[in-house]
């Protein structure tokens, strides 16, 4: 069986940036939350603010160091299996990665400790303002990693330098590479996908307390908070996908024709809801589409045609299918997203929303679901843009190193799953003993429902209980 060292390469780099991204929206998500709590506690004094704020502070540091740990070998793999795409962007990539650094890793080094260990030891006022560029600290983060990113995607303010056999691209303008015609909405459309899933977080754990008639004024205080961020956060990302989505239709139409299945370039371009894109025989099988659609949604009226993918040189045509479906996955969820908050708000309105189980279960269940919309929305972005590493300059094909064969990169591979698969495990034992334990108790004690070892735990000795009573022991 032949072993192809870019295939190989690729597949790395997917699964150990798809695992560390299961962290950065979480830590994001949870600090605009956490600065909200605070806030509250700032101007109510009330205690179940201060113990909100504690109990989330310890599930960011988690995230955090996990985010941290497994974001480290995004670096190593750009110098030993991307040396040539490496070389390329370095400039570039260079200074966006110095000014995260200075805009961020100084935040967040310099008030991190401060936000997990200084609640005895400084004033209120301090720990808020810690804990407020912790938050900033991870959305500079943000931005920088978002910025060499849409680079890639919308490459601007660069010119070419020969260096020898080589070329490269070097920083021309650095404000036109921070401001190039990607950037600000992607960042937008990720800052918003990462309050979804710090929102969801919250409302699925505190509706798992509520269900069980645990830290109830707790719960419901955060669910109600995380409830408002997450449906804020939802609508609006209405308007940022919307943003997005034209400007690839300005900028990578290929990208575009394959997340939507646009074969043909045609007057009232219609959208597929589903269907199968065929790629060999260009059409679109089993499709439910809606006449002119797409044409309104980039231009706004519905005749103009969106570029289909008999526009695109064969050379340059990206893969269709996983774009494809991975974009309806993502607006799929994002619906979702919108109906299940709508829905809590209207049932907090009406004063009955923590009576129904059916919702909170729903909540509980939900928490994987902004995972996904994250994952996948990344998936029909990056497999959207290929075969170019760098849109228009550089192929993927072109960017991996010439020395690292097949065989060590599936060796390392191998090696990284199996890393991974212990360090997930240990994440979740970690996760899942912080939320048995629950909160610390401001007032007075509660009954203890399902004790306080973990939610694995709890689940098992409620089973093992209903089996003794079944069986009559």
Not at 286 to 315: E, M
Request: no cysteine; charged share 15%.
């Amino acid at each position: 069986m032949h072993l192809d060292a870019v295939f190989l390469s690729r597949l790395q780099f997917a699964v150990t940036v798809m695992f560390h991204y299961l962290f950065p929206p979480a830590t994001i998500g949870l600090g605009v939350l956490l600065v909200i709590m605070e806030a509250l506690y700032l101007k109510t004094n009330k205690p179940v603010y201060e113990s909100m704020a504690k109990f989330w502070t310890g599930i960011f540091g988690l995230n955090f160091a996990m985010g941290v740990a497994t974001g480290i070998v995004m670096e190593f793999q750009f110098g030993l299996n991307w040396a040539t795409y490496s070389r390329f962007v370095g400039d570039v990539f260079g200074s966006a990665l110095a000014a995260e650094g200075i805009f961020a890793f100084f935040l967040e080094s310099g008030f991190l400790a401060i936000m997990v260990f200084g609640w005895n030891r400084v004033g209120p006022k301090l720990h808020f303002f810690s804990t407020l560029m912790v938050a900033l600290g991870s959305f500079f983060s943000a931005i920088w990693i978002v910025v060499a990113n849409s680079w890639q995607q919308t490459p601007a303010g660069y010119h070419l330098v020969a260096h020898g056999a080589m070329t490269r691209a070097e920083v021309a303008s650095f404000w036109a590479v921070v401001f190039n015609p990607s950037s600000v909405a992607r960042l937008l459309h990720v800052t918003l996908g990462a309050w979804i899933l710090g929102a969801f977080f919250v409302m699925s754990v505190t509706a798992y307390y509520i269900l069980h008639g645990r830290h109830l004024e707790f719960a419901r205080k955060a669910f109600t908070i995380a409830l408002v961020v997450g449906a804020l956060s939802s609508l609006a990302q209405l308007a940022a996908g919307d943003w997005s989505g034209r400007i690839a239709a300005q900028h990578q139409p290929a990208k575009l024709a394959a997340m939507e299945g646009v074969f043909e370039t045609r007057e009232s371009t219609p959208m597929h809801l589903i269907g199968w894109p065929d790629q060999k025989a260009h059409r679109m099988r089993y499709g439910i589409a809606i006449p002119g659609l797409l044409s309104f949604l980039v231009y706004h009226d519905f005749k103009t045609p969106v570029t289909g993918l008999d526009k695109i040189p064969d050379n340059e045509e990206p893969p269709v299918p996983l774009p494809f479906f991975s974009f309806r996955i993502m607006v799929g969820l994002g619906a979702y997203f919108i109906a299940a908050t709508l829905a809590g708000l209207f049932f907090l309105w009406r004063g009955t929303l923590f009576e129904k189980r059916w919702l909170m279960w729903a909540f509980v269940l939900s928490v994987v679901l902004p995972y996904f919309a994250n994952e996948f929305g990344w998936v029909a972005t990056e497999v959207g843009r290929q075969p170019w590493a760098v849109q228009g300059l550089l192929r993927t094909a072109d960017g991996v190193s010439t020395t690292v064969g097949a065989p060590s990169v599936l060796a390392s591979l191998l090696l990284f799953v199996f890393v991974y698969a212990l360090l997930f495990a240990l994440f979740l034992m970690i996760l899942d003993r912080k939320i048995g334990r629950g909160p610390e108790p401001y007032g007075e004690p509660e009954p203890e429902t399902v004790g306080g070892r973990g939610l694995l735990d709890a689940i098992s000795r409620r089973g093992k209980r209903q089996y003794d009573m079944v069986s009559g022991k």
